[in-house]
């Protein structure tokens, strides 16, 4: 997005983010990879850095007041950042609302205060912020702006053997899911071994991943499972079937069409609290873009080695329950609009600085 604006403008932008909004030009004043966290036992040891990154951005808004304010995703964080631009009647745009419809609606009230308009990636979501008095607008999903790589090409870029049955293993980034998730994964990558012969498992191992963290669950594994330094979109192309946490990746699962089983585990403090709050019947953003459950999700207590094994094993072996899945993963993937989101973000803020 950053990079689509007037380029005097992005050369004066500054704020939190990572190593692309660095790159697009971006006064980086705190590193998001170093605030980002995901349930109770992740905040908790952050919460200095986190409320560090808050102090600084403040300091800077009111030493060089911005003409607008973009706010991503992390509304925890964002939130009250907003009060404080509002305060000082600073235009705030947010892009990637929080997920209101799931749980925590009371934030709608907060933002119809403080939002001067939200840029949405959801199809389901404009209604709900307009029912607030929020100017909203739906941009299509950023997802659709990357482009997939074919399976040809991605097989290509992970040298893989001509034939070779890949299965894709997605615990997610965090260091958390890496410790929840990944012993799960390697597990049942024994027990399909087991019943289908000679597999290759792929990890991809994104920037923000602690590398010795993966090699230290599967170097020891009884099966091929190996680390690649590349996106997960690309090990996904390759994948036969793919075990993916909830997250984003589902999406880039269901964008790539492979068959998946989604998971998801989190720390029984998280799972408490969240299960009483949240008001989804599932937690994968394809299933909850169809409204039905058409890729088989395991939930807390669920995910084990066999039972995750169980149900990608129903899904390999049947090319019929594969072709199923692609068909639903296209219906999930055409709710998401068209790709150009950054670009239609980029005009709603430019008419905001006008």
């Keep these: 997005m950053l990079r689509a604006l007037d380029a005097e403008v992005a050369s004066d932008a500054f704020g939190m983010g990572g190593a692309e909004l660095e790159a697009a030009g971006m006064d980086l004043l705190a590193d998001l990879r170093r605030t980002s966290a995901m349930g109770t036992t992740e905040v908790l040891p952050r919460l200095p850095r986190i409320v560090g990154a808050f102090a600084t951005l403040c300091r800077a808004i009111a030493a060089r007041?911005?003409?607008?304010?973009?706010?991503?995703?992390?509304?925890?964080?964002?939130?009250?950042?907003?009060?404080?631009?509002?305060?000082?009647?600073?235009?705030?745009?947010?892009?990637?609302?929080?997920?209101?419809?799931?749980?925590?609606?009371?934030r709608l009230r907060e933002m119809a205060r403080t939002v001067t308009r939200a840029a949405l990636v959801?199809?389901?979501?404009?209604?709900?912020?307009?029912?607030?008095?929020?100017?909203?607008?739906?941009?299509?999903?950023?997802?659709?702006?990357?482009?997939?790589?074919?399976?040809?090409?991605?097989?290509?870029d992970l040298a893989l053997e001509e034939g070779?049955?890949?299965?894709?293993?997605?615990?997610?980034?965090?260091?958390?899911?890496?410790?929840?998730?990944?012993?799960?994964?390697?597990?049942?990558?024994?027990?399909?071994?087991?019943?289908?012969?000679?597999?290759?498992?792929?990890?991809?191992?994104?920037?923000?991943?602690?590398?010795?963290?993966?090699?230290?669950?599967?170097?020891?594994?009884?099966?091929?499972?190996?680390?690649?330094?590349?996106?997960?979109?690309?090990?996904?192309?390759?994948?036969?079937?793919?075990?993916?946490?909830?997250?984003?990746?589902?999406?880039?699962?269901?964008?790539?069409?492979?068959?998946?089983?989604?998971?998801?585990?989190?720390?029984?403090?998280?799972w408490a609290v969240g299960r009483t709050l949240v008001s989804v019947q599932h937690l994968s953003m394809p299933n909850i873009l169809l409204g039905r459950r058409a890729i088989p999700e395991l939930w807390q207590w669920e995910l084990g080695p066999a039972r995750l094994a169980h149900e990608a094993a129903a899904i390999l072996g049947c090319p019929a329950a594969r072709e199923q899945q692609r068909q639903a993963m296209a219906d999930a993937v055409a709710r998401l609009g068209s790709p150009g989101a950054a670009a239609r973000v980029s005009a709603m803020a430019a008419e905001l600085l006008s």
């Excluded at 959801?122 to 912020?129: A, C, G, R, S």
């Excluded at 739906?138 to 097989?155: K, T």
């Excluded at 099966?223 to 330094?229: F, T, Y």
Aim: glycine share 4%; charged share 20%.
């Design 65 to 106: 007041p911005p003409d607008l304010a973009v706010l991503v995703d992390l509304p925890d964080f964002n939130l009250p950042l907003a009060r404080r631009l509002a305060a000082r009647r600073i235009p705030v745009l947010y892009y990637v609302g929080p997920q209101v419809w799931a749980w925590r609606a009371g």
């Design 122 to 156: 959801f199809p389901f979501e404009p209604p709900l912020y307009a029912k607030a008095g929020i100017a909203a607008e739906f941009v299509g999903h950023p997802i659709l702006d990357d482009p997939a790589p074919s399976r040809d090409e991605a097989r290509r």
């Design 164 to 270: 070779s049955r890949v299965v894709a293993l997605l615990p997610g980034s965090r260091p958390a899911e890496i410790r929840h998730h990944l012993p799960a994964l390697v597990g049942a990558a024994r027990h399909l071994s087991h019943a289908f012969g000679r597999l290759v498992f792929l990890v991809p191992v994104a920037p923000s991943m602690s590398a010795p963290a993966v090699r230290s669950v599967i170097e020891d594994a009884p099966v091929d499972v190996r680390a690649a330094q590349i996106p997960a979109r690309t090990v996904l192309a390759a994948a036969d079937l793919a075990l993916v946490a909830t997250g984003t990746a589902t999406l880039e699962a269901a964008r790539s069409g492979t068959p998946s089983v989604f998971f998801h585990r989190a720390s029984v403090a998280t």
